[in-house]
């Protein structure tokens, strides 16, 4: 009876010295899954999650702190990825943060623009280019569609269009969208 | 390259291999193929699209009221994977506006309008004089500013295809003139009506690219194709060139599947042909390498197959780049009664066109016109019942059934391991699903958001990128603000210091003249 009891109290002694060797010596030093929901995320920098950018969203969710239904630009797909790198069901977006849209792209009018700068400073993603007094222009291929830049504006002169359609970036419909009812062949 | 010994004896045509899969389908080709290839007549005004190519749409470089010759450049493209755009004759440009294009969106596209003088007059030609003394950069350089881009449906341009390839170090060079898809007789023709061209194109390639052989391969059933080759190259001093019949089974046609009866060799998964040494290029891109350096003429017409039961005499036309499709078919005796439906390319792997307006593109080799009795009725698309034999067709050993379940639910990471970049499109899988899926339709649908997809990562991560330029530029900001406040305050108390020490000694001083005195 006494034998068995030593010999796993020993051997559990010693895996338990191992692993916590181990633990120590192939520490990881960063937080991976941080970096992973980061680069699920889309980078947006919107902040219509409630939190400043994506990365500060990433280490909420890693900690716990957050669901993982509050963005709206990643939509159903973004939510269905960290459901799957999270293990966790997904959930439906929460309506609070607002509503899944295609991309879009901020423009200027720029014989409107007084020049203020105010826009430049709300860009996330310093998309914005001009100096004070003078016209302001969104660089298009920068540009995340974030819609930051439209409450500080003081004449309103900003709008949110859709990306461009050209024969070039066109993609091939779903069959199951384009089809007559129960498909054509 | 060193000529590989063993793959050069595979290349004598002395054996031949198997592809996967392929489906033998009905030829329809002889129709077509009953009259001669003739030239087009040019329309009121030709509508040339500036974007023939993968890739961007070209800039263009005339402007409306301009007058142009024939082969003059009209349109520049430097980026990869474009080419440049020639008139395609002499005329005045009308405008440059958006207009219906050839492409499967039916989207509009830029098109430069030419309104033709009738004189048809060249530009200034700057052929090679003698091609065989020429610097193979020499000939590269022509060809791309010739605008030549692969005329089998690729329509990749040809000088950065063979660029690549001189650098490669390729040993062989491929002309295709299997020309797999029913109804298609374009190249056919070609080859039996100028075999000569097509062998004066193999040669400037096979020196432009420093290939040692060259093998020309044909479907076996095209009989006087091969009499016809023959003695093109037996009236010329040619002597590393072969004809090789290859069996005829849809696609063998395709780049990949060619090079596998040729040489019994797989072109590796998201690899080219000249991973193997191997280039290939479609026989009418051959006599328009020809006709650029020999002649100086820039790529301005190509033939076009005008046929279906639904036009009254089909034949094969050179028309004119941007001439209208409904000029074709009129020249062609019109449609028939019953037409109901217009296709670009062949009836596998083209495309339907919304309106007969559109302009012939480099890439149109077929326009085929179907009646209602060629069309089969729709048929109610059914749930897969994993038959398998959607994967006994596929000639590039996939699994399409597979492939639908990951694409239909975007599963994009499934999708890339099955293999969909190695779908060549080629429409056998659809041919025989019992359930009457439109799996080349989703697989279509599934390279696009592919395309997307790894697009919209890369905007992500460059957003994340100047994210994260951007705060660290406002912390260096804020940090060098404050220790300038800090400086400051330092150098104001420094002053302050000093004004004391001045102080306290001059108060000294009078200190001390007051003991003085």
């Given at each position: 009876?006494?034998?068995?009891?030593?010999?796993?109290?020993?051997?559990?002694?010693?895996?338990?010295?191992?692993?916590?060797?181990?633990?120590?010596?192939?520490?990881?030093?960063?937080?991976?899954?941080?970096?992973?929901?980061?680069?699920?995320?889309?980078?947006?920098?919107?902040?219509?999650?409630?939190?400043?950018?994506?990365?500060?969203?990433?280490?909420?969710?890693?900690?716990?702190?957050?669901?993982?239904?509050?963005?709206?630009?990643?939509?159903?797909?973004?939510?269905?990825?960290?459901?799957?790198?999270?293990?966790?069901?997904?959930?439906?977006?929460?309506?609070?943060?607002?509503?899944?849209?295609?991309?879009?792209?901020?423009?200027?009018?720029?014989?409107?623009?007084?020049?203020?700068?105010?826009?430049?400073?709300?860009?996330?993603?310093?998309?914005?280019?001009?100096?004070?007094?003078?016209?302001?222009?969104?660089?298009?291929?920068?540009?995340?569609?974030?819609?930051?830049?439209?409450?500080?504006?003081?004449?309103?002169?900003?709008?949110?269009?859709?990306?461009?359609?050209?024969?070039?970036?066109?993609?091939?419909?779903?069959?199951?969208?384009?089809?007559?009812?129960?498909?054509?062949? | 390259?060193?000529?590989?010994?063993?793959?050069?004896?595979?290349?004598?045509?002395?054996?031949?291999?198997?592809?996967?899969?392929?489906?033998?389908?009905?030829?329809?080709?002889?129709?077509?193929?009953?009259?001669?290839?003739?030239?087009?007549?040019?329309?009121?005004?030709?509508?040339?699209?500036?974007?023939?190519?993968?890739?961007?749409?070209?800039?263009?470089?005339?402007?409306?009221?301009?007058?142009?010759?024939?082969?003059?450049?009209?349109?520049?493209?430097?980026?990869?994977?474009?080419?440049?755009?020639?008139?395609?004759?002499?005329?005045?440009?009308?405008?440059?506006?958006?207009?219906?294009?050839?492409?499967?969106?039916?989207?509009?596209?830029?098109?430069?309008?030419?309104?033709?003088?009738?004189?048809?007059?060249?530009?200034?030609?700057?052929?090679?004089?003698?091609?065989?003394?020429?610097?193979?950069?020499?000939?590269?350089?022509?060809?791309?500013?010739?605008?030549?881009?692969?005329?089998?449906?690729?329509?990749?341009?040809?000088?950065?295809?063979?660029?690549?390839?001189s650098r490669r170090g390729i040993h062989t060079l491929i002309?295709?003139?299997?020309?797999?898809?029913?109804?298609?007789?374009?190249?056919?023709?070609?080859?039996?009506?100028?075999?000569?061209?097509?062998?004066?194109?193999?040669?400037?390639?096979?020196?432009?690219?420093?290939?040692?052989?060259?093998?020309?391969?044909?479907?076996?059933?095209?009989?006087?194709?091969?009499?016809?080759?023959?003695?093109?190259?037996?009236?010329?001093?040619?002597?590393?060139?072969?004809?090789?019949?290859?069996?005829?089974?849809?696609?063998?046609?395709?780049?990949?599947?060619?090079?596998?009866?040729?040489?019994?060799?797989?072109?590796?998964?998201?690899?080219?042909?000249?991973?193997?040494?191997?280039?290939?290029?479609?026989?009418?891109?051959?006599?328009?390498?020809?006709?650029?350096?020999?002649?100086?003429?820039?790529?301005?017409?190509?033939?076009?197959?005008?046929?279906?039961?639904?036009?009254?005499?089909?034949?094969?036309?050179?028309?004119?780049?941007?001439?209208?499709?409904?000029?074709?078919?009129?020249?062609?005796?019109?449609?028939?009664?019953?037409?109901?439906?217009?296709?670009?390319?062949?009836?596998?792997?083209?495309?339907?066109?919304?309106?007969?307006?559109?302009?012939?593109?480099?890439?149109?080799?077929?326009?085929?016109?179907?009646?209602?009795?060629?069309?089969?009725?729709?048929?109610?698309?059914?749930?897969?019942?994993?038959?398998?034999?959607?994967?006994?067709?596929?000639?590039?050993?996939?699994?399409?059934?597979?492939?639908?379940?990951?694409?239909?639910?975007?599963?994009?990471?499934?999708?890339?391991?099955?293999?969909?970049?190695?779908?060549?499109?080629?429409?056998?899988?659809?041919?025989?699903?019992?359930?009457?899926?439109?799996?080349?339709?989703?697989?279509?649908?599934?390279?696009?958001?592919?395309?997307?997809?790894?697009?919209?990562?890369?905007?992500?991560?460059?957003?994340?990128?100047?994210?994260?330029?951007?705060?660290?530029?406002?912390?260096?900001?804020?940090?060098?603000?404050?220790?300038?406040?800090?400086?400051?305050?330092?150098?104001?108390?420094?002053?302050?210091?000093?004004?004391?020490?001045i102080e306290a000694a001059v108060e000294r001083a009078r200190?001390?003249?007051?003991?003085?005195?």
């Amino acid at each position: 009876m006494l034998t068995p009891v030593l010999l796993f109290t020993l051997l559990g002694g010693l895996f338990g010295l191992g692993l916590g060797w181990a633990a120590r010596r192939f520490r990881v030093e960063s937080d991976p899954v941080v970096d992973r929901i980061d680069a699920i995320l889309p980078q947006t920098q919107c902040g219509q999650c409630n939190f400043p950018g994506c990365r500060p969203y990433a280490e909420a969710i890693a900690a716990g702190e957050a669901p993982i239904n509050q963005c709206p630009p990643g939509g159903e797909a973004g939510i269905r990825a960290l459901a799957d790198l999270l293990g966790v069901e997904p959930l439906p977006l929460n309506p609070e943060c607002g509503e899944e849209k295609p991309r879009r792209v901020a423009v200027i009018d720029e014989s409107v623009c007084i020049g203020c700068t105010l826009c430049i400073q709300a860009c996330p993603v310093d998309a914005i280019l001009g100096a004070p007094k003078l016209m302001h222009t969104v660089i298009g291929a920068e540009c995340t569609g974030c819609d930051l830049c439209l409450p500080p504006c003081p004449v309103d002169c900003i709008a949110m269009v859709p990306a461009a359609h050209a024969a070039s970036g066109w993609a091939w419909p779903r069959p199951d969208l384009t089809r007559v009812p129960a498909g054509s062949r | 390259m060193q000529p590989d010994p063993i793959q050069t004896a595979k290349l004598a045509g002395t054996r031949l291999y198997h592809f996967h899969g392929g489906l033998r389908l009905r030829h329809n080709k002889q129709v077509s193929c009953e009259l001669p290839i003739a030239r087009a007549a040019l329309p009121e005004c030709v509508y040339v699209p500036l974007m023939q190519h993968s890739g961007q749409e070209a800039e263009p470089t005339v402007a409306a009221g301009q007058k142009v010759l024939k082969g003059e450049v009209i349109g520049r493209c430097d980026h990869a994977g474009g080419g440049w755009v020639h008139a395609p004759t002499s005329g005045t440009v009308n405008a440059i506006a958006r207009h219906p294009i050839s492409h499967p969106s039916g989207l509009d596209g830029v098109c430069v309008l030419v309104e033709p003088d009738g004189l048809d007059q060249w530009t200034a030609l700057q052929p090679i004089a003698d091609w065989r003394d020429a610097e193979p950069a020499e000939l590269r350089e022509l060809i791309n500013g010739a605008g030549i881009v692969g005329l089998g449906g690729g329509v990749f341009p040809t000088g950065r295809k063979i660029e690549e390839a001189s650098r490669r170090g390729i040993h062989t060079l491929i002309l295709n003139g299997a020309e797999c898809e029913p109804y298609i007789s374009c190249d056919e023709m070609l080859m039996r009506e100028q075999p000569a061209s097509i062998i004066l194109g193999a040669q400037i390639l096979q020196r432009a690219i420093g290939a040692d052989r060259t093998v020309i391969a044909i479907e076996d059933q095209m009989g006087a194709v091969y009499q016809a080759l023959a003695r093109a190259v037996a009236a010329t001093d040619a002597t590393a060139i072969d004809i090789v019949k290859v069996t005829t089974l849809y696609p063998e046609g395709g780049e990949k599947q060619l090079i596998q009866v040729l040489t019994g060799l797989e072109t590796p998964s998201g690899g080219r042909p000249t991973d193997l040494g191997l280039l290939c290029q479609n026989v009418a891109t051959a006599t328009a390498v020809a006709r650029a350096v020999v002649e100086g003429k820039a790529l301005v017409e190509r033939i076009v197959t005008v046929t279906g039961s639904g036009v009254r005499r089909p034949r094969n036309l050179a028309a004119a780049i941007g001439t209208p499709i409904s000029d074709l078919v009129e020249q062609c005796g019109g449609y028939a009664e019953g037409a109901a439906r217009l296709v670009l390319g062949g009836p596998m792997m083209g495309y339907s066109l919304a309106s007969d307006a559109n302009p012939v593109i480099k890439a149109a080799n077929c326009i085929l016109v179907l009646t209602e009795n060629d069309i089969q009725p729709p048929q109610p698309e059914m749930p897969c019942i994993r038959c398998g034999e959607c994967a006994r067709v596929c000639p590039a050993l996939l699994q399409p059934q597979q492939l639908h379940v990951t694409v239909r639910n975007g599963f994009w990471d499934d999708t890339i391991e099955a293999g969909l970049a190695d779908c060549i499109e080629c429409g056998c899988c659809d041919y025989v699903c019992p359930s009457h899926i439109p799996l080349v339709d989703w697989f279509r649908h599934g390279k696009s958001e592919l395309r997307r997809v790894a697009a919209e990562r890369a905007g992500a991560e460059n957003a994340r990128r100047r994210y994260e330029a951007r705060e660290a530029r406002l912390a260096r900001l804020k940090q060098e603000r404050r220790q300038r406040m800090q400086e400051k305050k330092q150098a104001l108390g420094d002053q302050r210091a000093k004004q004391e020490r001045i102080e306290a000694a001059v108060e000294r001083a009078r200190s001390r003249r007051r003991n003085e005195t």
